[in-house]
């Protein structure tokens, strides 16, 4: 019965949690950030019965935004494949 | 056939069973969100996780030695049987841990409880490696630094970052109007929502197949090294894939209830911060090679949603129950694979082996016939939460006496 290596469990955790408000509460914060210009860039009827014209510069904004969130999904799916990548396909994944 | 061959046929249907329970019962830490917001059909909700986790069992190709040797000490690193270990010895502590993680799955399944697959299947092993090897067969390092530890702690960390995910989202999006903010949000639900479905597919079903192939390697008819320059056998993939994939698909509707709508009300921004947050650290973790349960992450999540918005309100007396059961798993089940293994050791041999597995199979059933009393399914899963109870079956399905129970 060995010891119980606490140091290595320790940075593990920090690393998770740094990593997890990241990508885990950062991703979601800029996905909000994206509803927003969008809801502002589309126009339309507000709740309190005003009418704002669309923001073409703000709809832009929020599909570059979506596109950039996308783009780090896909990558998050290839990052979780990257045995089978490499096992069947023989691609490596650039870290 | 021989006697062994028979045995081990037992064992890997068994093992295969198992997997089906784990699909079964952890449907719910993907889609729980999606399907009580209505940002996907539950059925649809379902099918989805299915596939994905279908792709996602597809995609291993590593053998998952963790499971076994993280608690036990009956296999080396290199995947093949310890020296000296009795191969009958060596395929009853399997085939007992397994049917002790089978019935704790399903008996928390009946209660609605979202307990830990993982946790149930170590609880087994560890029971069954106790009553066969002592003390001296548990890899105690590992039950503590691999299991124990992270189980604590993922919740909370889980949770934290759920709750500041849920808060940013918010305070973003206060003045946004409320159409635009469902819609966009849905999307990113069932987008986040597939990864933990994806990631649970990888993940979990290698476990099952780490448990089959070695049964098969203490049976005598694999090798590490047939793995090593081989990998898996096409088969054990192809039904692990399938087993875990049907399971999913049949949807663990009481657990799905419990999580999407026994825990917090639950709005499609919060279930997707919810999702996101157990996305990232289920793939982080197990990157860094902590297996952190799927279950207790999402469950600390979406309690963490519930924390994080303004005015919503966690239902602390569900959430205590499921501490509890979570406390509960590695004991419990570790005693169900302890009295198997005695079981099926003191009659020994195949007489022993259909022993066990009649007692499983009966167990089952009685445990799937109690459940149809008060039957979930995709039509009543979304039903108000019944407060007064806090059953997991919904006020019109109570006959009154069961409210009692």
């Given at each position: 019965m060995g010891s119980i290596d606490w140091s290595t469990i320790g940075h593990n955790t920090l690393k998770v949690i740094a990593v997890g408000v990241v990508l885990g509460a950062g991703l979601p914060f800029l996905f909000a950030v994206g509803i927003r210009l969008w809801d502002q860039g589309s126009g339309g009827e507000h709740a309190d019965g005003t009418m704002t014209a669309g923001k073409p510069a703000a709809l832009t904004a929020a599909y570059i935004l979506s596109a950039i969130i996308a783009l780090v999904v896909i990558y998050g799916v290839l990052y979780i494949t990257k045995s089978s990548l490499d096992h069947y396909l023989g691609i490596k994944l650039p870290t | 056939m021989s006697g062994e061959l028979f045995i081990l046929i037992l064992v890997v249907v068994t093992a295969v069973g198992f997997d089906f329970t784990n699909g079964f019962h952890d449907t719910g830490n993907a889609m729980a969100t999606s399907i009580a917001t209505g940002a996907l059909k539950p059925r649809v909700a379902v099918a989805l996780s299915a596939v994905l986790n279908l792709v996602g069992a597809f995609l291993s190709v590593k053998v998952a030695v963790t499971v076994t040797t993280s608690v036990l000490?009956?296999?080396?690193?290199?995947?093949g049987l310890i020296q000296g270990l009795d191969q009958e010895k060596a395929i009853f502590i399997i085939f007992a841990g397994l049917i002790g993680g089978i019935l704790w799955n399903l008996a928390t399944w009946l209660f609605g409880l979202p307990s830990s697959s993982s946790h149930a299947l170590f609880g087994g092993l560890l029971g069954a490696g106790l009553a066969a090897?002592?003390?001296?067969?548990?890899?105690w390092n590992g039950l503590v630094s691999k299991v124990i530890v992270p189980a604590l702690m993922s919740p909370f960390i889980a949770g934290a970052i759920a709750a500041l995910g849920t808060y940013l989202i918010y305070a973003m999006t206060r003045k946004v109007r409320q159409s635009k903010r469902s819609s966009g949000f849905r999307w990113g639900q069932v987008a986040t929502a597939s990864l933990v479905s994806l990631a649970h597919g990888t993940g979990d079903a290698q476990k099952t197949m780490g448990v089959i192939a070695l049964a098969l390697i203490a049976h005598g008819s694999l090798s590490d090294k047939d793995i090593e320059a081989n990998?898996?056998?096409v088969w054990i993939i192809l039904v692990c894939a399938g087993a875990i994939a049907l399971g999913t698909y049949l949807g663990g509707w009481r657990v799905i209830r419990t999580l999407g709508k026994g825990l917090v009300e639950i709005e499609a921004p919060q279930g997707m911060a919810a999702e996101a947050a157990s996305a990232v650290i289920i793939l982080t973790s197990s990157n860094l090679?902590?297996?952190?349960?799927t279950t207790h992450v999402a469950t600390g999540s979406i309690m963490g949603s519930g924390v994080g918005k303004p005015g919503a309100q966690v239902r602390w007396s569900v959430a205590g129950r499921m501490a509890v059961g979570w406390i509960l798993t590695l004991p419990a089940a570790a005693v169900g694979g302890a009295i198997t293994y005695y079981i099926g050791h003191a009659v020994g041999g195949v007489g022993g082996a259909l022993l066990i597995f009649a007692i499983l199979v009966a167990m089952s059933a009685f445990i799937y016939l109690r459940a149809q009393k008060q039957k979930i399914d995709a039509a009543n899963v979304?039903?108000?939460?019944?407060?007064?109870?806090?059953?997991?079956?919904?006020a019109s399905q109570q006959t009154p006496t069961d409210a009692n129970a």
């Open positions: - | 000490k009956i296999q080396e690193k290199s995947g090897l002592g003390t001296g067969g548990i890899n990998g898996l056998p090679g902590m297996a952190l349960s979304n039903a108000d939460w019944d407060d007064a109870t806090g059953s997991v079956a919904p």
